[in-house]
């Protein structure tokens, strides 16, 4: 069974850093692109960040692209999202996916991150 | 970017009648596009990849379809487990984007 458990949330005000976590059991985390999904509270959906299965490919949407790094420890079987200069629009929840076929197919349980003074 | 145009943004409809959420795509993005379901206080769930492709375990009342660049989710006989927010996401291109969402209730 594939299991996804996000870490590492909390409350961290405007201008800080922060670092998730994703602890991945029940299938072969290294052969398998990862993702980061966020949701604001009330709101959608919003794609954060990808990672290739060997972590030499990422992507970031522009609204955070220079500010979080996605990163993966294949022997560890564990993503990361290091998030700096947090902005209160980063307020959300943050899931950890796995990319099985393409789209993201297992998701976390997710971990609330809030950026507040 | 590839803009998904969801409706409606919310639904109430009586248990076992058909319900119908569509996703409009900016442009061609052929058959990548996944309908995500989420129940209230958890995570998102994939329920149909590649346009009409059922993900494992998804009960068969549930269906995808294609006409150009509008996508369709089907519920055939809705059930009240079904109550939840729908997602339509994009997997054609960077950045991947998602649909605005839909709530579905009982009617």
């Known amino acids: 069974e594939v299991q996804l458990v996000e870490s590492g949330g909390g409350l961290v005000q405007p201008g800080r850093s922060l670092k998730l976590s994703c602890a991945a059991s029940?299938?072969?985390?290294?052969?398998?692109?990862m993702a980061w999904v966020r949701q604001a509270p009330k709101k959608g959906l919003e794609w954060v960040a990808s990672i290739s299965s060997g972590g030499g490919g990422t992507y970031y949407p522009d609204s955070v692209k220079g500010r979080f790094t996605i990163s993966r420890d294949n022997a560890k079987s564990t993503l990361y999202l290091q998030m700096d200069s947090l902005r209160s629009e980063d307020t959300a929840s943050y899931y950890c996916a796995s990319i099985l076929r393409v789209y993201p197919d297992y998701w976390g349980q997710g971990v609330m991150v809030t950026v507040s003074s | 970017d590839i803009q998904m145009t969801q409706s409606p943004a919310s639904l109430s409809a009586s248990l076992e009648e058909i319900v119908t959420i569509t996703c409009q795509a900016s442009?061609?993005?052929?058959?990548?596009l996944a309908w995500y379901q989420q129940k209230p206080g958890k995570s998102p769930q994939l329920l149909i990849y590649d346009a009409t492709s059922l993900a494992d375990g998804v009960p068969s009342r549930f269906s995808g379809s294609r006409s150009g660049t509008q996508y369709s989710l089907k519920i055939s006989r809705l059930q009240v487990e079904d109550i939840g927010s729908y997602y339509c996401q994009q997997a054609h291109s960077n950045p991947l984007t998602f649909g605005s969402g839909t709530k579905l209730e009982i009617k």
């Open positions: 442009q061609d993005i052929g058959n990548w």
């Open positions: 029940g299938f072969t985390f290294s052969s398998f692109p």
